[in-house]
């Protein structure tokens, strides 16, 4: 009896066990939404390096295309051209179909996923482009995430063209309920939000202290702060965020990046001092800021994958800093502990995320993925201590020079007295000395332009409340261009000099005397009439007739003025005083010249604006 209840249970065992050991081995590729939080546990993919396949001939002639079966190991490796993937879902959760397909790194460049039913017919369709507005991508989030219908107890083959422009390719999908996935997504945005505030944070501190200080390292460290924030938006993808209508070009993470390379490595310098401390350092970091400025050409150019292969090389650049410190800490004991730490935790994960973990010789987690936003906060903290020691340090030094001055002051007071003293005679000297020049022609050494109208108005007024006549003598040397065509400047320059001299010889002691300009003189005198005021100019014109001229090869030369004089009275001005002057010897030059003529008001001229010498 008991023999043969065992036999049935036996039996009945063996028949429920049997189909459920064979259902599990016919769908063993079959990845559970409801269960699964990935697709590694079993996928296929296909590399398309001439971009020619499309979902069609996926369909309808799988059977010749390569498909590689795999599970894990979702890094392929860095390269541009298109990577096919494929996977199989299922749902054994009778309450819920939809979920999210997130692929779960932020850089690809196009996503298109296919959804394909049991039957082989194309059931959804989506296309992701980094470059899409929000609000036209398959789902409301910057990453390229995609919501699917698997309803319970159906199997639906999802195919997925993954296409990067820069960094790596990597295959994987993680799958969400959309609930969940709301969550991660606030946790996740929080998180960088604060991040991001923090950078600008420190980006707008460190400004007020570089205006407060001078210090050029504070400035760069605004710059590193606030490029490394935006280069991060866009490398994430958060930047969409703000460009809700209109997209963002892939190139402008390229350009952020570029900027945060050459203010990283700026900041380097400034902050460690190295053209002083390491000059062989510091040609190196100066060179490789050059790889920022490349990185920022070649996204105007828009030779995006080389900005990507450059991009994951500076991260490596940006690594040989912490050693450089390493080594003024060892070798020159500089207080730079915080900033090596600081810089060993950022360059070490950014170059995790965004070259190791790119190539595949880290694996793809998220802790990984989220590398360098984490190190970046972590960094920022550490070099913002580090800049407050920087600022007290400032300040201990300026209170040291600022207590050594004083001590200088109090020590050396009777000298510095003496000092300023003689320094204020010598200044007093050169003072008087530059009014002297600046108000005497320096080769006659005769009252120039600029004196001469200063004191004219003091002189004629002088000269009119004496109640006796004054005039205006208006004198120039005649064909004086011709010496110094014939002649040379050097002659021309002895002739005005010595027509200086014969008529400095020839005026009186309370005569004002100037040259104008040129061969153009001019003499404000006393007078008694007109006849005596053209006496006056007369015997001017006869004693620079009158001389030998001797020049420095021998030759001898005469030469002649004209000369036009003005009787002025209390209503002129000097303007007035002076055209009528320079009227009368333009008369006497069209007269013939080496002659006196008296302005009278018939004689009135219109002349050109030079003389006719």
Known sequence: MWSRTVLVVVVVLLSISLPLTAWAGAHSAIIDVASATNTDASYATLADPDAQFSINDLLYHSKSYPWQAR??????????YPLWMKFTLGNSDAKQQRYLLEYTDPGPYQVDLYVVDRHGGIDQTYHYNREQPLSQKPYPNAGAVFPVDVPYGEQYTVYARITHKMGGVFSRFAIWHPAHFVQYESIETALYGGIYTSFFIFCFIALVIFFATKERSFLFYSGLTFTSAISLMHLDGHWTFLQ????????????????????????????LNLSEQLPWADKLVRNAMWLGLIIILLGLLDHIEVAGLLMMLSMLVILMVPFISV??????????RLFTLAWFIYGGAITIQFALRQVGIVPHLPITTYSGAIGAMIEMGLLTISMGFRVLDLK????????AHVAHLEQFNTQLEAQVKAQTQALEQAKTKA???ARTDPLTQLNNRRSFYELAPKLIKTMLRSQTSACAIAIDIDHFKQVNDNYGHDAG???????????????????????????????????????????????????VANG??????????????????????????????????????????????NQVHMWQPTAQLIHPSGHDS
Request: hydrophobic share 45%; aromatic share 8%.
């Open 435 to 437: 009014e002297h020049d």
């Open 71 to 80: 599970q894990g190991d979702v890094s392929r490796g860095v390269f541009a």
């Open 396 to 403: 201990r030094e300026r209170d040291q020079v600022r207590d």
């Open 493 to 543: 320059d002895l002739v005005l000099v010595q027509v200086t001299n014969v008529l400095a010889q020839n005026i009186r002691e309370n005569d004002l005397l100037a040259r104008l300009g040129g061969e153009e003189f001019s003499i404000l005198a006393l007078t008694q009439s007109p006849a005596h005021a053209s006496d006056y100019a007369e015997r001017v014109r006869a004693a």
């Open 548 to 593: 030998v001229i001797h020049l420095d090869n021998g030759l001898r030369l005469n030469v002649t003025v004209s000369i036009g004089v003005y009787l002025f009275n209390h209503d002129d001005s000097l303007s007035q005083v002076l055209n009528r002057a320079d009227t009368a010897l333009y008369r006497a030059k069209q007269n013939g010249r």
């Open 327 to 336: 080594y003024l800490i060892l070798a020159k004991q500089q207080k730079v």
């Open 244 to 271: 809700f209508e209109h997209g963002v070009p892939v190139n402008h993470a390229v350009l952020w990046t570029g900027a945060y390379v050459f203010m990283a490595l700026g900041f380097a310098r400034s902050y």
